[in-house]
């Protein structure tokens, strides 16, 4: 149990917990933008036969013929139940089967035709020519679709492809969201003195989306230590993941940690040297994370990107839910004098981040246009402009 840790202490005690979901079967066209969960093997040779690249004529390759006899015609789907002779010649189509005997296709372009014979430089060509044989795509048993590969469309056309109906992935986490404070009140609805809108609740809620969780059950509770445990512990049986927003700092109706704990939640670490988002809480209860949010949409938004979001990447199967940042140089200099890490509001801008203005906590103005966030390291009193940041998109 850990308090007021390091940005890289907090990210290093969440990276050893690798909480990962179970894998389920999923259909190709409800498997979309997941992780695979094992490899995926070719149940069958693609081509299953010896086909047509093109169209044209099928000949038995001779360097010196260069006439032939046609004597069928063979479409794609047709199943030819012959042998070709050698001087002669079928007429194929791109996809078709060659028949047995045959071993090279002659384009039409390069073909003059008269009646029933063809004629055709055979300099142009060699043995085997425009013939997909049997097995050149894979055979059967190889792996086409290695584990923790994200599928894409192109994944879903290879697999219907071979046949494949299903595929096994990690699902999206069950994720509920409880937001707490007397004060939040839904949109549509005409604020009172005293009150703010409801804005972590939908900023999260797209974050989910975009992220490709769709099951988040959203729950709202009065500042009441009785009515925080008792939602705490509702949500708790229901999800993978607990996220919660408000009521973890350290004032008299801040009710959160303490509801935790009579949960039976595990501290793992609880308030960061940054700004903003000092004071979140981390917990576990057996297999499920718990996230307890700063109120201040600013802080929700910075925890989420940095710590929540490469959680849920990782239960998803993302190999990549850790990457670090990409790393711009900044636009203009910064100082700072506290000692934590800063997480800065900030566009791209011709190559180069840009900090943008309105960096309070407060302040949203400058969440409508950020492309992301920039890091500044505890140490780092002075950053020079051209000095490479670390900077994390959303």
Same mark, same amino acid.
Request: hydrophobic share 40%.
């Given at each position: 149990m850990?308090?007021f840790?390091t940005?890289?202490e907090?990210?290093s005690?969440?990276?050893?917990?690798k #909480?990962?979901?179970g894998?389920v079967?999923?259909s190709?066209?409800?498997?979309l &933008?997941?992780?695979?969960?094992?490899?995926?093997?070719a149940p069958m040779?693609?081509p299953?036969?010896?086909n047509?690249?093109?169209? +044209? %004529?099928?000949?038995?390759w001779?360097?010196?013929?260069?006439g032939?006899e046609?004597?069928e015609v063979?479409?794609?789907?047709?199943k030819?139940? !012959?042998v070709?002779?050698?001087?002669?010649?079928?007429?194929?189509?791109?996809?078709?089967p060659?028949?047995?005997g045959?071993? /090279?296709?002659?384009?039409q372009e390069? #073909?003059?035709?008269?009646?029933?014979m063809i004629f055709?430089?055979?300099?142009k060509? !060699?043995?085997?020519a425009? $013939?997909?044989k049997?097995?050149?795509?894979c055979? $059967?048993g190889?792996?086409?679709?290695?584990?923790?590969?994200?599928i894409?469309? +192109?994944?879903?056309g290879l697999l219907?492809?071979?046949g494949?109906?299903?595929?096994a992935?990690?699902?999206?986490?069950?994720v509920?969201? #409880?937001? /707490?404070?007397?004060?939040?009140?839904d949109?549509g609805?005409?604020?009172?003195?005293g009150?703010?809108?409801?804005?972590?609740g939908p900023?999260?809620?797209? %974050?989910?989306?975009m992220?490709g969780?769709h099951?988040v059950?959203?729950?709202?509770?009065?500042d009441?230590?009785s009515?925080v445990?008792k939602?705490i512990s509702?949500a708790?049986?229901?999800?993978?993941?607990l996220?919660l /927003? +408000?009521?973890?700092?350290? +004032?008299?109706?801040?009710?959160?940690? &303490?509801?935790l704990e009579?949960?039976?939640?595990?501290q793992?670490?609880y308030k960061?040297r940054?700004?903003p988002?000092k004071?979140?809480?981390?917990?576990?209860?057996?297999e499920k994370?718990?996230f307890a949010?700063?109120g201040?949409?600013?802080s $929700?938004l910075?925890?989420?990107?940095?710590?929540v979001?490469?959680?849920?990447?990782?239960w998803?199967g993302?190999p990549?839910?850790?990457?670090g940042p990409s %790393?711009l140089p900044i636009e203009?200099?910064?100082?700072k004098?506290?000692?934590?890490t800063?997480?800065l509001?900030a566009k791209i801008?011709?190559?180069?981040?840009?900090?943008l203005?309105g960096?309070e906590? !407060?302040n949203m103005?400058?969440?409508?246009?950020?492309?992301?966030?920039?890091? #500044?390291?505890?140490?780092?009193?002075?950053?020079?402009?051209?000095?490479?940041v670390a900077f994390y998109?959303w």
């Amino acid at each position: 149990m850990k308090e007021f840790v390091t940005v890289s202490e907090a990210k290093s005690i969440l990276k050893s917990q690798k #909480i990962r979901g179970g894998s389920v079967h999923l259909s190709l066209q409800k498997s979309l &933008g997941k992780f695979t969960a094992s490899s995926v093997l070719a149940p069958m040779d693609v081509p299953s036969f010896d086909n047509s690249g093109m169209d +044209g %004529y099928a000949i038995i390759w001779d360097e010196k013929g260069e006439g032939r006899e046609v004597v069928e015609v063979i479409q794609a789907g047709a199943k030819p139940d !012959f042998v070709l002779e050698k001087g002669k010649a079928v007429r194929i189509f791109t996809g078709a089967p060659v028949p047995e005997g045959a071993d /090279t296709v002659i384009p039409q372009e390069e #073909i003059v035709r008269t009646d029933e014979m063809i004629f055709f430089n055979a300099q142009k060509f !060699f043995r085997g020519a425009n $013939v997909r044989k049997k097995g050149a795509q894979c055979k $059967v048993g190889w792996e086409v679709v290695p584990a923790g590969t994200k599928i894409t469309p +192109g994944t879903i056309g290879l697999l219907a492809s071979l046949g494949i109906r299903e595929v096994a992935v990690f699902p999206s986490p069950k994720v509920s969201l #409880i937001l /707490t404070g007397d004060e939040i009140l839904d949109l549509g609805n005409e604020l009172l003195p005293g009150q703010i809108y409801n804005s972590n609740g939908p900023a999260l809620e797209s %974050y989910f989306e975009m992220l490709g969780i769709h099951e988040v059950k959203i729950f709202k509770v009065k500042d009441e230590a009785s009515e925080v445990t008792k939602v705490i512990s509702e949500a708790l049986e229901n999800s993978d993941f607990l996220l919660l /927003t +408000g009521g973890i700092s350290v +004032g008299d109706y801040d009710f959160v940690k &303490g509801s935790l704990e009579q949960n039976g939640v595990e501290q793992l670490f609880y308030k960061i040297r940054q700004r903003p988002g000092k004071p979140l809480f981390v917990g576990k209860r057996a297999e499920k994370l718990i996230f307890a949010l700063p109120g201040n949409p600013a802080s $929700v938004l910075s925890c989420f990107s940095q710590y929540v979001k490469p959680c849920l990447l990782e239960w998803m199967g993302n190999p990549q839910a850790w990457n670090g940042p990409s %790393y711009l140089p900044i636009e203009k200099d910064f100082d700072k004098k506290i000692p934590m890490t800063f997480f800065l509001k900030a566009k791209i801008d011709s190559g180069k981040v840009q900090l943008l203005p309105g960096q309070e906590s !407060f302040n949203m103005l400058p969440f409508g246009v950020a492309d992301g966030l920039v890091e #500044i390291p505890q140490d780092a009193e002075h950053t020079e402009e051209g000095s490479l940041v670390a900077f994390y998109p959303w």
